[in-house]
């Protein structure tokens, strides 16, 4: 992925407008359905992080979910499944890492992953953040429809589990 800038994004800040808060796979399917989807995704990573090849310390890795944000209609589409280290996850969702007094350990990560320097890592953070303001105005509508919950075990093309 390319930056604003040209430079490549290896590891990017993903923000979920607040008004959508909540609403996930997670809480949208039974327990046992969403267990089998990050199952998968962690088998299909070879329980390792698809961003920079690591694990975590108390869990290797954890599911994240990959949402396409159509800014006219309000309609946030899941376009997959990731395995991500519980470090990358934690860039993924920077607000709360600073919610939780993490963003300090966010940010350096980002940076490191990235190659970027603090101000470059910052510069991407607020730019996420400025979309993010944006797009909480707005309710968004959920499209889940790319995920078949009666066959959730077969991996396809690393982040979708279809039939």
């Known amino acids: 992925m390319l930056g604003r800038c040209g430079e490549t994004i290896i590891l990017s800040v993903e923000l979920v407008p607040k008004t959508s ?3 996930n796979l997670r ?7 969403w267990d089998a989807l990050r199952f998968a995704c962690y088998a299909a990573a070879g329980h390792k992080c698809e961003v920079c090849g690591g694990v975590g310390k108390k869990h290797p890795v954890e599911c994240h979910e990959i949402w396409h944000y159509d800014d006219e209609n309000h309609v946030q589409t899941l376009q997959g499944l990731i395995a991500l280290c519980p470090a990358c996850h934690e860039v993924k969702h920077f607000g709360r890492a600073q919610a939780t007094g993490n963003g300090a350990r966010a940010l350096s990560h ?7 320097t603090d101000a470059q890592a910052k510069a991407h953070i607020e ?7 944006k797009r909480s105005q707005s309710n968004w509508t959920l499209d889940l ?4 919950v009666k066959n959730l075990l077969r991996p396809v ?7």
């Open 127 to 133: 730019a996420a953040f400025t979309m993010w303001r």
């Open 21 to 23: 808060w909540g609403d």
């Open 157 to 163: 093309e690393r982040d979708l589990f279809l039939p």
């Open 110 to 116: 980002l940076a490191r992953v990235n190659g970027w």
């Open 145 to 148: 429809s790319k995920v078949e």
């Open 27 to 33: 809480s949208r399917f039974k327990p046992s359905e």
